[in-house]
């Protein structure tokens, strides 16, 4: 199986900056693609910004320009630079992995797997 480890969430001003990190661990043969999603209150998960295995990047339109989305395919972890955050960015994030893994039985399997989620929230 593979564990994934989110930190960084916390109480920002607006305009304020937060990093989220997320690190991966368990018996990881590969990472493909990653992706960052958030839930507000109320609201349905959103997709936020995801990384390839190539580093090719997306985000959504509201976080184009303040969200950057890195990786370190040495260390197993990614990273969600925000910076100019907006009270509307305030939203439980969690990472997502599409990770080849070796399973209980000794075999190769492949899957997605969640982190347990950060809290941000945006507020003055």
């Known amino acids: 199986q593979v564990q994934l480890v989110e930190s960084g969430g916390g109480l920002v001003q607006p305009g304020g900056s937060l990093r989220l990190s997320c690190a991966a661990s368990?018996?990881?043969?590969?990472?493909?693609?990653i992706r960052w999603y958030r839930q507000a209150p109320g609201n349905q998960r959103e997709l936020v910004a995801g990384i390839s295995s190539d580093g090719t990047t997306n985000y959504v339109d509201s976080v184009k320009g303040r969200f950057t989305v890195s990786r370190d395919n040495a260390k197993d972890t990614v990273s969600l630079q925000m910076i100019n955050l907006k009270p509307e960015d305030t939203a439980v994030y969690y990472c997502s992995v599409d990770a080849a893994y070796v399973d209980a039985g000794g075999r190769y399997s492949r899957r997605d797997f969640w982190g347990q989620g950060t809290q941000v929230t945006v507020s003055s």
């Open positions: 368990g018996r990881i043969l590969s990472i493909y693609d």
